[in-house]
């Protein structure tokens, strides 16, 4: 049963385009350079993955802090700086993960499309500015919303914002994302309904949270197009 006239905010990266899959990529290309300093692909990942949380945390996200996450692994696993030709080459990695096309996930704009004929559209997305913004421009899909956000972290604290901001009655509005730990657990403790689209390639770092099976303000689907079954 479709709910009438409700508030529907988006997550972005892997919610409405692909996304990590481009971190991945890179990354897998970078143990290619680690591994044999480091004991396994395995080891130099869970390096990468402890520098990357704590750079996240402190210098947020984009390509300008995955490559001090690589140049920091790579000096940790290597006990030596990275030479100028290393560095080109973390450096090639990091650019790799921006691209001037946003290939977006399958149904995702016929699905917003139908939406926004029956409700509000907001878009909330975390990240460098001028990164976000330029995937936003490139999708197509700025105008199906009502107002784009973009900020440093999804905490509670910025959701409380943008219920703030809009006026939202947060019975009646829902945050739609792949990532647990910003999408969705901080979307209910907020008070906001949530709708929690897995995506294969969710960031580890994102996905390292469990979400109550019982939580009755949680609509789990299986796809994206699944939205036009419930709203």
Same mark, same amino acid.
């Given at each position: 049963?479709?709910?009438?006239?409700?508030? &529907?905010?988006?997550?972005a990266?892997d919610? %409405?385009?692909?996304?990590?899959?481009?971190?991945?990529?890179?990354?897998?290309?970078? &143990?290619?350079?680690?591994?044999?300093?480091?004991?396994?692909?395995?080891?130099?990942?869970?390096?990468?993955?402890?520098?990357?949380?704590?750079?996240?945390?402190?210098?947020?996200?984009?390509?300008?802090?995955?490559?001090?996450?690589?140049?920091?692994?790579?000096?940790?696993?290597?006990?030596?700086?990275?030479?100028?030709?290393?560095?080109?080459?973390?450096?090639?990695?990091?650019?790799?993960?921006?691209?001037?096309?946003?290939? %977006?996930?399958?149904?995702?704009?016929?699905? %917003?499309?139908?939406?926004?004929?029956?409700?509000?559209?907001?878009?909330?997305? *975390?990240?460098?500015?001028?990164?976000?913004?330029? *995937?936003?421009?490139?999708?197509?899909?700025?105008?199906?919303?009502?107002?784009?956000?973009?900020?440093?972290? *999804?905490?509670?604290?910025?959701?409380?914002?943008?219920?703030?901001?809009?006026?939202?009655?947060?019975?009646?509005?829902w945050?739609?994302?792949?990532?647990p *730990?910003?999408?969705?657990?901080?979307?209910?403790?907020?008070?906001?309904?949530?709708?929690?689209?897995?995506?294969?390639?969710?960031?580890?770092?994102e996905?390292?949270?469990?979400?109550?099976?019982?939580?009755?303000?949680?609509?789990?689907?299986?796809?994206?197009?699944?939205?036009?079954?419930?709203?």
């Amino acid at each position: 049963m479709r709910r009438d006239k409700q508030v &529907l905010v988006f997550d972005a990266d892997d919610t %409405l385009w692909e996304n990590n899959i481009r971190f991945e990529r890179a990354i897998e290309a970078f &143990l290619d350079e680690v591994v044999p300093p480091a004991p396994s692909r395995a080891a130099g990942r869970s390096a990468l993955d402890a520098i990357e949380a704590a750079n996240a945390a402190t210098h947020g996200y984009g390509s300008q802090v995955f490559l001090r996450s690589l140049g920091e692994c790579f000096e940790q696993l290597h006990a030596r700086p990275a030479t100028a030709a290393e560095l080109a080459r973390l450096e090639a990695l990091a650019a790799s993960v921006r691209g001037a096309e946003v290939e %977006l996930i399958p149904g995702v704009a016929e699905t %917003l499309a139908a939406l926004a004929e029956r409700h509000e559209l907001l878009l909330l997305t *975390k990240g460098d500015r001028t990164e976000q913004q330029a *995937k936003i421009d490139a999708s197509g899909l700025a105008g199906r919303f009502g107002a784009v956000h973009i900020v440093p972290e *999804k905490d509670v604290a910025a959701y409380r914002r943008l219920t703030e901001e809009h006026a939202l009655v947060p019975e009646r509005t829902w945050m739609i994302g792949n990532s647990p *730990k910003s999408d969705i657990l901080p979307a209910r403790r907020a008070g906001l309904n949530a709708v929690f689209i897995p995506h294969q390639h969710t960031w580890a770092l994102e996905n390292d949270v469990a979400l109550d099976p019982q939580d009755p303000g949680v609509l789990r689907l299986a796809a994206f197009t699944d939205l036009g079954q419930h709203f």
